[in-house]
């Protein structure tokens, strides 16, 4: 049996009883088990963001395109290319393991990825998976996984460019050529993002930025995207990913106000087939954050890491109905700073294995870990799923997870800031959920609650600390269905996230809203697309303790767009972001943007 062949097998062993539930074609992911499945069938809180998607938001940036989904909030520190936390199910910013096409990315400083500098012309879809994945991917996973897949071609040639104009002095170029047959591939992508931006942070001396610098603070980003792959004759598959996006960033501080940054990935894969049960692949990778930080063009520091990581894992089709799956990953932070740190580099590795499997309406999903962390010894993750199909129109899950985050080098060694002491992170989570489809559209919501010890927090001084415990819990849910010929597609997010004990117990964690909706309406008639978008948001605290005076209220953002065939390879696009100039802040004393207007031509050859 050949490789394809086997791949059919795998799909049939992990979503043979939900495919029942679906007469539509659903999305393949891989980022829930490691696995091909179907995204219905998943037994944990997945969603998936493709290209189409994408465009038909029109999305200037990487934040645009995740504001909106369920269960994830963002906070932003003055606009585009501004440092932008991410935070699933209400856990920390760091609590979101990021992959770019299956390799491990993010500062080994900060704990966090860059999301701000990688490129949205470069990506083909996005999977997001919200609850703990750490039995399967290790440190980092404890309030999820986000994987970014960068646009790639296996078969067929196309050529793609696409221009940007609007406000804050923006223009922002893409170009995108592609070829490729049967047996091999090749794509390659650039993409330019300008913008003159507006005033960061609207100053003060005392908090915030620490500076009262009321000029523009503009962003511009180059970036250059590489994929291609070789299928030989005996079922070998090679395929290789490189990325790499420039920045130059301008911001408001005291001791800093611009930085230089590199983000680059580069990857590659071996994928055969030994036998007709039996998948093996080896992945490698390596992922650069860089940054060099000036005041008035004038040096001050330089913060770079690297990640190198590797993975070899094997999937076993032991029936028809059962999969079983193991590995071994491997994984080396090295941190090369002009700041002294007491240690720059580390290296985990960790022994995975999964079963899957589905019996009737039955399914079952165990998974089980071991790390051993450089720093801080063994640390065993475990998950559980089990999954019922009542009828073609209604399906429920549950499960179950653990999962353990190290701290980073920041909370262990800057100097003056960090603290060696710092245990690591360990949680245990909880969820249940029930999604259908029917007369009403196709719909979904979950419940979970996430008990975390030792959270990473911060006393007064602002030092990290121990937090003893806190619980994340909340509800959230989405509805995609048509209201004559208009598409409708709704969000909504409740959540929770307090401490549970110390000095602020019973306060919210700070910058995560407590609610969050989206609604999208969208309608196509001949040549013409148009849609609107509300987003809203309930209030947040920009402080652990909840400071009365660090409130940030609630808001609503109303957007337009719309897009017009020109031709059948032409589309003209335009976008009204904020349209009723709302103000508003995600993190205190860093502005965000008024009312902005963009128009984008796009031209795509067909195959």
Known sequence: MKQKQFVAVLLCAVTQSAQAASNSIDEVVVTATRTPQFADSALSSVTVINRQDIEHLQAQSLPDVLRGVQGLTLSNNGGPGKVTSVYLRGSNADHVLVLVDGVKVGSATTGTAAFQDIPV?????????????????????????????????????????????????????????????????????????????????????????????????????????????????????????????????????????????VQQVVGGTLRYAPAAIWNTSLHVGSSQDDANNYLNSAFKSRFNSRRDTASWQNDVAITENQLVTAGFDYQNDIVDSTTAYVESKRDDDGVFGQYQGSFGAHRVQLSARHDNNQQFGGHDTSGIGYGYVFSDALRMTASYGTAFKAPTFNQLYYPGFGSATLRPELSRSMEAGLSGHGSIGKWSVSAYQTDITDLIGFDAAYNPVNIDSARLSGMEGQLATQVADTEVNTTVTLQDPRQTSGTNNGKLLNRRATEAVRIELAHEYGAWRVATSLYAEGRRFDDLANTPGKELPGYGLLDVRAGYRLAREWLLQGRVDNLLDKPYETAQYFNQPGRGVYLTLNYQSKN
């Open 121 to 261: 012309a470069q990506i083909e879809r996005i999977e997001i998976v919200r609850g703990p994945r750490a039995s399967l991917y290790g440190s980092d996973a404890i309030g999820g996984v986000i994987q970014i897949f960068t646009r790639g071609n296996k078969a067929g040639s196309a050529t793609a460019l696409s221009f940007t104009a609007g406000s804050y002095g923006t223009y922002n170029t893409a170009a995108r050529l592609n070829r490729g047959g049967e047996q091999a591939w090749f794509s390659a992508k650039v993409n330019q993002q300008n913008t003159t931006g507006f005033n960061a942070c609207r100053g003060s001396l005392t908090a915030g930025c620490f500076a009262i610098q009321p000029d523009d603070d503009g962003y511009h980003n180059t970036s250059l995207g590489l994929d291609g792959g070789y299928r030989f004759d005996n079922g070998l598959v090679a395929e290789a990913q490189v990325l790499r996006a420039n920045s130059t960033t301008q911001y408001d501080g005291a001791s800093q106000n611009e930085a230089s940054g």
